[in-house]
């Protein structure tokens, strides 16, 4: 195991219900991520969080929003997602800018 | 237009044999290359991270190098064994943010190896 936890591991969820994805990490590290990865697709940052501040938003639509109530959790609210949404959605935590650690994601469907 | 690219969407080996893996890129100057691994619905591991000033470096059977002229950076794993059948990631930091990172993954290889 990583350190990084992440519940639920699997969601399925209709487009017009709101969701919230957790992560929790004791580790230590400053910084956290939120990733999107789809089927034959690259990782996509989505997120960070450095010192609990959001420092980096890739264009990602409203409809996902990140929290970060400190530096041990992190949140991502989902509301009226899309099909297309469908992903393995990850976190990381880094204590520099160096490796990160990954949680195990969360498998999320949308119908 | 800024790209990550890694050879073969699948590499199929023979155990024993040297998997080689390629991660090259374009119109980026990253300080620093990472490999990680990642097995089925599971999140990506860290194997090893190389320097823009080092040449290479090794971990038990990896091996990987980095040449900034080329742009390229090759994954070596030894006397492979079909345990290390897995995707492959490479990733980058094309900015040097400082506490952080926003790293840029390739979209990864696939090595299956067979007995």
């Known amino acids: 195991e990583t350190g990084v936890t992440q519940t639920p591991r699997h969601l399925v969820m209709g487009m017009t219900n709101k969701k919230s994805l957790k992560c929790e990490q004791h580790?230590?590290?400053?910084?956290m991520y939120w990733y999107k990865q789809s089927a034959k697709k690259p990782l996509e940052l989505m997120f960070v969080?450095?010192?609990?501040?959001?420092?980096e938003n890739n264009s990602v639509p409203s409809r996902f929003s990140p929290e970060c109530p400190n530096s041990s959790h992190l949140f991502l609210h989902l509301h009226t997602l899309q099909p297309e949404d469908s992903a393995l959605y990850l976190c990381a935590s880094s204590r520099s800018p160096k490796e990160q650690f990954f949680g195990p994601g969360t498998r999320l469907t949308v119908l | 237009s800024q790209k990550i690219e890694q050879n073969s969407e699948a590499l199929n080996i023979q155990e024993g044999k040297t998997a080689t893996l390629t991660c090259n890129y374009t119109?980026?100057?990253?300080?620093?290359l990472q490999w990680y691994r990642q097995d089925p619905g599971r999140g990506p591991v860290f194997l090893l991270l190389i320097r823009e000033n080092e040449k290479e470096k090794r971990k038990e059977r990896l091996k990987v190098t980095f040449d900034t002229t080329l742009k390229q950076s090759l994954f070596h794993i030894t006397a492979s064994q079909p345990a290390d059948s897995a995707t492959y990631l490479c990733?980058?930091?094309?900015?040097?943010?400082?506490?952080?990172?926003?790293?840029?993954f390739g979209a990864g290889t696939r090595l299956a190896v067979h007995p």
């Open positions: 580790l230590g590290h400053n910084a």
């Open positions: 990733a980058l930091d094309p900015t040097f943010s400082g506490g952080y990172n926003k790293l840029i």
């Open positions: 119109n980026y100057s990253p300080a620093y």
């Open positions: 969080y450095s010192l609990e501040e959001r420092v």
